[in-house]
């Protein structure tokens, strides 16, 4: 529809103005805050120049409701006042995307589609006056125009909806820095809970909420905070992970969900109701991961209102979480360090390090956890929280436990079933264990190891331990405070010795002034009943040699004046005090043997004591250790039974275990065994006092060692006696 050639003149003046619109146009687009409006009507002004007399108008396209916008964004010409609207041309020139022309009873119109790239911007509409119609030049014009300003308007509303992403990213750091510093100032599970269930309705603007965390099984989902309005009836309980759900599906697939309307297919089938009096339509829930990859729980949002939620607040929720886990296991290791520290100073060393591999498996998610203490060339286990059994040992270097103390670092191991440096690859196989990271338990005056801590991992996860050093801080964290526990049982040890040594020093003193007095004037008694008889004998000679019973009788009060006299010499000598000297154990084992005079159906059995090194005692003193405990045996087996004395060396000092084959003794006895009065049995062997283990354990005091009994008062006893060797007391 376009007409002749203009004049050269009118030429000219078209290319001047479209040389100037487009210096216009390119200085709004370059301009650091352009104006959507202003460059828009640069648009329309420059139009309805380039075919003077016309009313250019410029229409965008609405990408929601997928149309033009029945509204101009700028008007230019004699009817800018009063814009007719989009019409039918523009969508049938986007829709085919090129310049069409028309004509109506108010003039020619030409549409132009503004397209950038594969977006759609909108349409430049330009309506001639009266019969006029375009020129070709015109439209050379608008068509270079319409390229123009397409590609202005594109940049122009982009750049505006970057700085309106820009000012919301920016209002929704500000709102997770604050959320930072509300939830790390909550020193309480619970609260920093809270805390962080409150900050994710406020960003995201929802209505309710729900947290729930994974439980110790890690199978069920607990509800640990919930926040809304008008909760009347809200469903709380556990929920499996396994169950048709759509918080344990983002539990099982660990990826966040966001739900336009719950209404919907399949979503409608396995929704579980926040509360079954309200009615949710669109819901948004991000999984809780912690650094060692363990699912910790869910963050749930739900709302009434459809599409509530968008991906924006799916990315925002999912940075809260993250933020939020941090803190979860902040807290987690704040409250175990609060506890451990109290425990230290109130509990005892046995259940600290019981209590301490528990809270391992909880903090690191690991399925079970094991804490070995050092002595000498091999490693006892002290507590554990499945498998082992308390006691077990393994070799100091040729044990992946081992290696972590003999290079005073983490060990890991990808898989304890495979790996020859696991001692026990029956327990991996049968309670599932994979990986395995061991921490050194180093003291913290010397750093020198005293144990090791060990946690182990089923599942299928490569990384773990691996690939979090969370998991090596928490598990360094907690092993330092097992060697204080170590260290603590250590010098408790130190100062029970110390006072019981004071004690029976103490006590021993007092009985043996009132002992050794009271069989000084025994002794000074029974001498005198020989001189008596021998008396007797010489002056009534006559009479015993007529009185054959008298004479036997005088006969055996003389010969027991004579061992009652011995005996009190005996019990003289162990209430001198002891002169320790190096003595061999496998002498005084032989001695005791002896002078125990067991019954035929008594078995003693000795393992160990010949390879022995001699230690510090008195030979005399530690044989009438041996013989009370040979004596106790016998009287528990009722004299049929087997006795075992074996020896071992444990650093610098030698213990040798006496165990029976009796009934035991119950645990609930251990401590009053030893004391003074306990057993009230007196013993009829020649040379002892008869107070039972009370004197076993003094005299182990005098000597500078220590005694103790295991029994689970069902299996038999055993008495562990520990001695200092001769060659390393200082």
């Not at 020198?448 to 801590?453: H, L, S």
């Amino acid at each position: 529809m376009g007409t002749a050639r203009p004049p050269a003149s009118e030429l000219a003046a078209v290319l001047i103005s479209l040389k100037e619109i487009g210096e216009a146009i390119n200085r709004a687009a370059a301009a650091e805050q352009p104006a959507v409006e202003a460059t828009l009507r640069q648009v329309a002004e420059g139009a309805a120049r380039l075919a003077p007399g016309s009313t250019a108008a410029v229409y965008l396209y609405d990408t929601v409701q997928q149309g033009l916008s029945p509204t101009a964004a700028a008007v230019a010409g004699p009817e800018e006042g009063a814009p007719s609207g989009a019409t039918g041309l523009g969508v049938c020139a986007l829709a085919q995307g090129q310049r069409l022309l028309a004509s109506d009873g108010h003039g020619a119109v030409a549409c132009l589609p503004l397209q950038a790239g594969e977006q759609w911007v909108g349409v430049l509409q330009v309506r001639l006056p009266g019969e006029r119609h375009f020129h070709e030049l015109e439209l050379l014009a608008l068509d270079n125009l319409a390229g123009q300003a397409a590609l202005a308007a594109y940049h122009a509303l982009h750049r505006a909806r970057v700085q309106r992403d820009l000012a919301r990213k920016e209002g929704e750091l500000t709102r997770l820095r604050r959320a930072g510093l509300l939830i790390s100032s909550r020193l309480r599970l619970e609260e920093t809970l809270e805390s962080i269930l409150q900050m994710a309705l406020e960003v995201t603007n929802a209505r309710y909420g729900i947290f729930r965390l994974a439980d110790k099984t890690g199978q069920n989902l607990v509800m640990r905070a919930i926040a809304g309005e008008k909760l009347s009836r809200p469903l709380i309980e556990a929920l499996p992970i396994q169950s048709t759900s759509i918080m344990s599906w983002v539990a099982r697939h660990r990826e966040p969900l966001c739900i336009p309307d719950l209404r919907a297919d399949p979503w409608a089938q396995i929704y579980y109701p926040l509360d079954h009096d309200l009615e949710m339509r669109s819901e948004l829930a991000v999984p809780l991961i912690g650094a060692s990859g363990r699912l910790e729980g869910v963050l749930n949002l739900e709302s009434p209102v459809p599409a509530a939620f968008d991906e924006q607040d799916s990315h925002l929720l999912q940075a809260l979480a993250t933020q939020a886990m941090i803190a979860i296991q902040e807290v987690r290791l704040l409250d175990a360090i609060q506890e451990m520290a109290g425990w230290l100073l109130t509990q005892a060393p046995a259940e600290v390090l019981a209590r301490l591999v528990e809270v391992a498996c909880e903090l690191l998610g690991a399925s079970a956890s094991a804490i070995w203490v050092l002595q000498g060339e091999e490693l006892v286990l002290q507590a554990a929280s499945a498998g082992y059994e308390h006691g077990e040992r393994l070799p100091l270097r040729d044990s992946l436990v081992g290696q972590a103390i003999v290079g005073r670092g983490p060990v890991l191991s990808a898989d304890v079933r495979t790996d020859p440096r696991f001692n026990r690859p029956d327990l991996a196989r049968a309670h599932g264990w994979v990986r395995m990271l061991v921490e050194p338990m180093l003291a913290s005056d010397d750093r020198e190891p005293v144990g090791a801590f060990a946690v182990y991992s089923a599942g299928s996860d490569p990384g773990r331990f691996a690939e979090s050093e969370w998991d090596k801080k928490v598990l360094t964290c907690l092993a330092h405070y097992a060697a204080l526990a170590v260290h603590n049982a250590s010098r408790q040890e130190a100062l029970r010795s110390a006072q019981e040594q004071r004690a029976v020093a103490e006590t021993f003193a007092a009985v043996g002034d009132i002992a050794a007095n009271l069989l000084h004037h025994l002794n000074n008694k029974v001498g005198a009943i020989p001189v008596r008889i021998e008396g007797i004998q010489d002056k009534c000679q006559a009479a015993l040699q007529a009185d054959p019973y008298l004479a036997a009788n005088l006969a055996e009060i003389e010969r027991s004046a004579a061992e009652a006299m011995e005996a009190v010499r005996d019990s003289l000598f162990h209430l001198r005090p002891i002169r320790l000297q190096p003595v061999d154990l496998a002498v005084c084992v032989a001695s005791a043997i002896a002078a125990a005079n067991l019954p035929a159906d008594v078995q003693v059995q000795t393992a160990g004591l010949e390879d022995l090194p001699e230690v510090v005692a008195s030979e005399r003193s530690l044989a009438l250790v041996f013989t009370n405990l040979l004596e106790n045996a016998r009287e528990a087996m009722d004299g049929r039974g087997v006795v075992s004395i074996r020896g071992a060396m444990d650093g610098g000092w030698v213990q040798v275990t006496v165990s029976d084959s009796g009934p035991g003794i119950a645990p609930d006895l251990h401590n009053r065994i030893f004391e003074l009065d306990f057993s009230g049995r007196g013993s009829t062997q020649a040379g002892k006092l008869g107070f039972g283990l009370w004197w076993v354990k003094t005299l182990m005091t005098r000597l500078g060692g220590a005694v103790s009994v295991e029994s689970d008062g069902r299996n038999g006893t055993a008495f562990h006696l520990r001695l200092p060797r001769a060659e390393v007391r200082p």
